[in-house]
């Protein structure tokens, strides 16, 4: 669920001590001191608490070491940052993709490269963009992330051909989906979408869970409730 109060990563309740401790940043994985952590461990400093949405999606791609971007995700949408919807949600899928990708093939100085070009394409897919231009940026994020891993360009062909079917596929399960929009349910969609894709087209083992169970469905108002895949564990 979205935690507002206490630990933002957990909900349970924060405990002040007397003196401070060396604590990890649980987003930035910077050292600090302080007297205050939840009662799991979880820290969050106060640069990170107060960084824009994509700001705070590039610096917890950079620094995590997670190779599920499913996983990814969920913490960066449990932040109160990531609001219900957004044009966040455009560069969070490309972010975590390339982070999960980097992390799976060990190349760390590739992947803040490709996570900082993402961010700049990103930010030419503005809101409201799945229902005035007819594709979900969500769904677009992933035709981002094949272009960079392939460094595709609007000359390349077998590259050009990837990307381009990343994002059909995509846009065409979103569509099948129905709406109105949901940025969670698109960014689940899009994620599994690509990590399909990387498995047969790049001979990778990315794992996920595709038994999603949303934690965001109250705070959408537009909620297909029953008819959202995401609603319940369903095998797919």
């Known amino acids: 669920m979205v935690h507002k109060n206490n630990c933002i990563v957990c909900g349970e309740k924060l405990v002040y001590k007397n003196k401070s401790d060396k604590v990890k ?8 001191e302080s007297n205050v952590q939840c009662v799991n461990g979880h820290f969050i400093c ?12 590039k610096q917890f791609c950079i620094v995590s070491k997670s190779e599920d971007p499913i996983e990814m995700a969920l913490i960066l949408m449990r932040n109160e940052k990531i609001k219900m919807h957004g044009p966040e949600h455009h560069f969070l899928v490309p972010a975590v993709l390339l982070a999960s990708y980097y992390n799976l093939i060990n190349d760390e100085k590739t992947k803040i490269e490709k ?13 409201g963009f799945c229902g005035f231009f007819g594709a979900c940026a969500a769904g677009v994020g992933t035709g981002i992330f094949i272009s960079l ?10 590259e050009w051909k990837l990307c381009n079917m990343m994002t059909s596929k ?26 399909k894709f990387l498995n047969e087209f790049f001979g990778l083992s990315m794992y996920i869970d595709q038994n999603i169970i949303c934690e965001f469905d109250h705070l959408n108002k537009e909620c ?3 008819d959202c895949s995401f609603n319940y564990p369903k095998e797919r």
């Open 25 to 32: 940043c649980y987003f930035c994985k910077q050292i600090y």
């Open 46 to 57: 106060d640069n990170c608490h107060s960084l824009p949405a994509n700001d705070l999606v």
């Open 115 to 127: 996570i900082e070009e993402a961010e700049k394409r990103a930010k030419s897919l503005s809101g």
């Open 149 to 158: 891993i392939t460094n595709a360009t609007p000359l390349s062909q077998k």
């Open 170 to 195: 995509s846009i065409l399960t979103i569509a099948n989906a129905g709406g109105p929009r949901c940025c969670k349910r698109n960014t689940f969609i899009s994620i599994i979408e690509a990590v």
């Open 224 to 226: 297909l409730k029953d």
